[in-house]
């Protein structure tokens, strides 16, 4: 079965990075684009970026231009999503999601299960 | 950049059917995906494609989408269908994939 591990929650300073991972098992990683979406307290779903596995092309939000990197590691069928110079209105639950694409569709059939980043001094 | 309008909350009591809205300029012409979210829990995809349900989803789930109103349905409302609720689409301007705030179903 389809599934996507992510890491554990993490704390970091105002002005520091967090880098999140996503381990997929029961597919082949290749083939279908990741996504990270993440959630503030309280808050709605927030589209952050996806990324091909394959090629690793990526394409972000334009909020978080200049300080996101989504990378992976074929090898350990592994995606990571990196944030940079954080500050407090980052600290959410990030999720990665698996996504089947059409010509004109894109939707998320399997999610980690979340990982929370508090940044906090 | 397009924009996705959900109402904050649908109430409902057991049993009864909860129509959950989400409107965009000629959202017909996109296709919207629907996910459930309960309380301290990942999102499931429970349509996609305006009206397909993936496996394992029960058919009290279903969803249309005409003119600039998509709207997921609920049949037959249960305890357990209590969740935050988010359309989803993909735009070929801007920022291409556009979530709704999230609509909060309570079961009366």
């Known amino acids: 079965q389809v599934q996507l591990e992510q890491s554990g929650a993490a704390v970091e300073k105002p002005g520091a990075s967090v880098k999140v991972s996503c381990k997929a098992s029961?597919?082949?990683?290749?083939?279908?684009?990741i996504n990270w979406v993440r959630q503030a307290p309280g808050q709605g779903l927030e589209w952050m970026g996806w990324?091909?596995?394959?090629?690793?092309?990526?394409g972000y939000a334009q909020k978080f231009q200049g300080r996101i990197a989504m990378t992976r590691n074929t090898s350990i069928s592994t995606a990571y999503m990196e944030l940079r110079s954080l500050t407090s209105e980052d600290t959410a639950l990030y999720y990665c999601?698996?996504?089947?694409?059409?010509?004109?569709?894109?939707?998320?059939?399997?999610w980690g299960q979340g990982t929370l980043a508090t940044v906090s001094s | 950049s397009y924009v996705l309008t959900q109402p904050p909350s649908v109430s409902v009591a057991p049993g009864e059917t909860a129509r959950i809205t989400c409107e965009g300029n000629?959202?017909?012409?996109?296709?919207v995906h629907w996910y459930q979210q309960k309380t301290g829990q990942a999102p499931v995809l429970v349509i996609y494609?305006?009206?397909d349900r993936p496996s394992g989803i029960p058919e009290r789930f279903s969803g249309s989408n005409s003119g600039n109103t998509a709207t997921l349905t609920i049949s037959r409302v249960e305890a357990g269908d209590e969740a935050d609720y988010s359309c989803?689409?993909?735009?070929?301007?801007?920022?291409?994939?556009?979530f709704g705030r999230g609509t909060t179903l309570t079961v009366l």
């Open positions: 989803q689409v993909w735009d070929n301007k801007g920022d291409p994939v556009v």
């Open positions: 000629n959202i017909v012409g996109k296709s």
């Open positions: 494609y305006d009206s």
């Open positions: 029961g597919y082949t990683f290749t083939t279908l684009d």
């Open positions: 990324m091909n596995p394959n090629s690793g092309n990526t």
């Open positions: 999601a698996r996504a089947q694409r059409g010509s004109s569709w894109y939707y998320f059939d399997y």
